[in-house]
């Protein structure tokens, strides 16, 4: 029962910072904490590593939330998105809206219940749901049944986020 | 008629079909044809996962430049201080498993509790130790040692358990209410219940833990431990007797070389020995010698089951086969597994199947 690590890196590494980056909202603490927990797994390798790096990943997130101010960090996520685009140099108006589209998902998550949000966030990472039935302690039948409100309200709350923005 | 609800719309949508009961599948699959209804809704909550996955979307992540493998591996490396990437070494830290006890032993008896941490991703190993009574660190006679401790797993004596001594008889015998009291208090749980107060919390405080382990703190506490139980082996190791030379593999050779060189070589694989000792996944409560300053008597582990009971891993060598060990006692089973050196023994109360599949589990890796 070895383990592959190019391939776990490859399929996992990437997910597992996107995972983090909608947890803690800060592109280098999200790769910081990705980096922490994938050496952690290097260190003492799990069985079915992909589940435990999430669930330690979010254990990560949920400490550091706890000990570390949030901050607003616009600037910081509009160099981050600024980044993104790798086609030519982004208009600063392209960057601030990404900026803007960012914190507006970020706001709309956070309208869903912690395990709506957490199960919504592993789906997006690729977990099975199964490994999601795992790590959020329901029941496996359940997961689509919490997939389902999760993801209308998120549409929902996205949209009045919109509808306020607009209204300006 | 009963329609599709939408927990299953949306697990037909993520194609998790696993994850439905069985037979659903197919019969929803049957209902969408038929039914129109079901059909829009299908269609409807399509365009609601597309909508959440839009908008997840909308917040991209720069995944450009991000740590390589190897940089992490060197990481890793750097943290733990040791060069082992355990993935694969387990076999080999098998065979080493019975070196390591074997020398550790040899030298003073807490140096086992360098050795076996309790459980995996205790912060603090110094509470969980063992203390073995100093006075039992000379090694009774071989012989003596054996009668000694069949005396007591007969019979329960108070002469029986005096003549084998601390903390180790115990571990046969703390099952049986023996009247080792001072071991017993150092043993985790007695067996079959679930431990007293004070262990329960400690316990369950070390379990919580286990979730998110802190490697930085654990391997800086381990090492240190190691090494002061390497500093102790120079100053009181005695020499190998030649009894230890026998029957265990494959460093027989380690017979004539130094204890403390040997610490430190097997030392290296304390971590790999001390997981090839016992069932992954349980938390570990104690370990300890079936015969007190001689390894060669054997090892048991005890580790917590899932639903609380105490599962016991004697690890024996060929001269000391189960039909040594105390007798069972009702509702608790055994499963034995024949080994190159010696025995695998497991003894909780569950069912044999279910012995079986946490000795394959400790034994397959």
């Known amino acids: 029962m070895s383990i592959d690590w190019s391939e776990l890196y490859r399929t996992t590494f990437p997910d597992l910072v996107r995972f983090l980056h909608r947890k803690v909202w800060d592109p280098d603490r999200a790769r910081d904490l990705a980096q922490e927990a994938f050496v952690r797994a290097l260190q003492s390798p799990p069985d079915q590593p992909r589940a435990w790096l999430f669930r330690v990943a979010g254990n990560l997130a949920r400490d550091e939330a706890r000990t570390v101010v949030r901050r607003k960090r616009h600037l910081a996520l509009l160099k981050g998105e600024a980044q993104v685009r790798q086609e030519g140099a982004p208009g600063p108006a392209e960057a601030l809206e990404a900026a803007d589209r960012g914190e507006r998902v970020r706001t709309a998550l956070e309208a869903l219940t912690e395990r709506d949000r957490e199960a919504l966030l592993l789906k997006e990472a690729g977990l099975s749901y199964a490994e999601i039935a795992r790590e959020t302690g329901l029941a496996v039948g359940a997961v689509g049944t919490t997939l389902a409100r999760a993801r209308k309200r998120l549409a929902e709350a996205y949209q009045e986020e919109r509808n306020d923005a607009a209204r300006g | ?365």
Not at chain 2, 48 to 62: H, N, S
Not at chain 2, 169 to 180: E, L, N
Not at chain 2, 290 to 295: E, H, Q, T
Not at chain 2, 351 to 363: D, F, N, S
């Open chain 2, 1 to 365: 008629m009963r329609h599709v609800d939408e927990g299953a719309l949306h697990a037909w949508l993520d194609g998790e079909l696993d994850a439905l009961p069985p037979g659903e599948a197919a019969w929803i699959r049957e209902h969408l044809e038929s039914c129109g209804a079901c059909a829009l809704r299908l269609e409807e909550e399509r365009r609601v996962r597309d909508a959440a996955e839009g908008i997840l979307a909308a917040a991209p992540v720069d995944l450009s430049g991000l740590p390589s493998l190897e940089e992490m591996r060197a990481r890793a490396r750097r943290q733990a201080g040791s060069g082992a990437e355990a993935g694969g070494t387990r076999a080999r830290a098998r065979q080493m498993a019975w070196a390591a006890s074997i020398v550790l032993a040899a030298g003073a008896g807490w140096m086992a509790n360098a050795l076996f941490p309790r459980i995996q991703g205790d912060r603090d190993p110094a509470v969980q130790f063992l203390r073995p009574d100093p006075a039992t660190l000379v090694a009774p006679a071989g012989d003596e040692a054996v009668r000694g401790d069949q005396d007591a797993a007969g019979e329960g004596s108070a002469a029986g358990a005096a003549e084998a001594t601390a903390p180790e008889a115990a571990g046969a015998q703390a099952a049986r209410s023996a009247p080792a009291a001072t071991a017993a208090e150092q043993d985790a749980s007695p067996h079959p219940a679930p431990a007293g107060r004070g262990v329960s919390t400690e316990e369950r405080a070390v379990e919580e833990k286990v979730a998110a382990p802190d490697p930085g703190a654990e391997a800086r506490s381990r090492e240190s431990a190691l090494q002061a139980a390497l500093e102790s082996a120079r100053v009181v190791a005695a020499p190998l007797p030649d009894s230890l030379a026998t029957g265990i593999s494959p460093t027989a050779d380690a017979a004539g070389a130094r204890p403390a060189v040997l610490l430190r070589r097997s030392l290296a694989d304390a971590e790999a020995s001390r997981a090839a000792l016992a069932v992954p996944e349980l938390p570990v409560i104690s370990t300890t010698f079936l015969v007190p300053g001689d390894p060669s008597g054997g090892v048991v582990l005890r580790q917590r089951l899932p639903e609380g009971d105490t599962l016991e891993v004697y690890h024996l060598p060929s001269h000391r086969g189960p039909d040594l060990l105390p007798a069972l006692e009702a509702g608790v089973r055994q499963w034995v597994a024949p080994r190159e050196a010696g025995w695998l023994v497991l003894r909780g109360r569950t069912t044999e199947a279910e012995l079986q599949a946490l000795g394959e589990r400790l034994l397959g890796g």
